[in-house]
T-cell receptor
Framework: RKEVEQDPGPFNVPEGATVAFNCTYSNSASQSFFWYRQDCRKEPKLLMSVYSSGNEDGRFTAQLNRASQYISLLIRDSKLSDSATYLCVVNMTGGFKTIFGAGTRLFVKA | DVKVTQSSRYLVKRTGEKVFLECVQDMDHENMFWYRQDPGLGLRLIYFSYDVKMKEKGDIPEGYSVSREKKERFSLILESASTNQTSMYLC???????????FGDGTRLSIL
């Protein structure tokens, strides 16, 4: 079993749709959690951190369920510019071990 | 904003050459990382460093070495480049604790 597993995708959605990405992690020692966005042929960029209480940044909402070892990212009112690969990222204690999910590709179409 | 700068965006080298990839960060971060990313394989950790002159092997260190003589600079060395080292190489840095990693623009390396 992979340490971090994401929906395989790709997701194809129309503009304006709401889309949800799911991610599970296997190591209960995981300390911190992030979502990154990666555009084609570019570097991953931090989208948002994920907090236990859940957090929101504009159209993006991240949730963490430690009991179920589950992280989610919700994108509301999808834009064409949201088309990218979304990576779920988990840090182990001390930050020395970071596990990147394989990513879920999102295509938003007009 | 954190700035991680990689020396080259695109690089073409020949088999057997010694190749140096340089990475510099401006945030006084303790931890620096080198990854490679290939289609279908995701990000794979080559080496990381948690302090000057310290280095640790990642998941795929074979054929690579690293150098960290100064805190802000982390170099990846391909001792004798081979065609299977053609890839996108990404450098990242982070501070202590559970901070997110910040990536450089990446270097697309082709070995002919």
């Amino acid at each position: 079993r992979k340490e971090v597993e994401q929906d395989p995708g790709p997701f194809n959605v129309p503009e304006g749709a709401t889309v949800a990405f799911n991610c599970t992690y296997s190591n209960s020692a995981s300390q911190s959690f992030f979502w990154y966005r990666q555009d084609c042929r570019k570097e991953p960029k931090l989208l948002m951190s994920v907090y236990s209480s859940g957090n929101e940044d504009g159209r993006f909402t991240a949730q963490l369920n430690r009991a179920s070892q589950y992280i989610s990212l919700l994108i509301r009112d999808s834009k064409l510019s949201d088309s990218a690969t979304y990576l779920c990222v988990v840090n182990m204690t001390g930050g020395f071990k970071t596990i990147f999910g394989a990513g879920t590709r999102l295509f938003v179409k007009a | 904003d954190v700035k991680v700068t990689q020396s080259s965006r695109y690089l073409v080298k020949r088999t057997g050459e010694k190749v140096f990839l340089e990475c510099v960060q401006d945030m006084d971060h303790e931890n620096m990382f080198w990854y490679r990313q290939d289609p279908g394989l995701g990000l794979r950790l080559i080496y990381f460093s948690y302090d000057v002159k310290m280095k640790e092997k990642g998941d795929i260190p074979e054929g690579y070495s690293v150098s960290r003589e100064k805190k802000e600079r982390f170099s990846l060395i391909l001792e004798s480049a081979s065609t299977n080292q053609t890839s996108m190489y990404l450098c990242a840095s982070t501070g202590t604790g559970n901070q997110p990693q910040h990536f450089g623009d990446g270097t697309r390396l082709s070995i002919l």
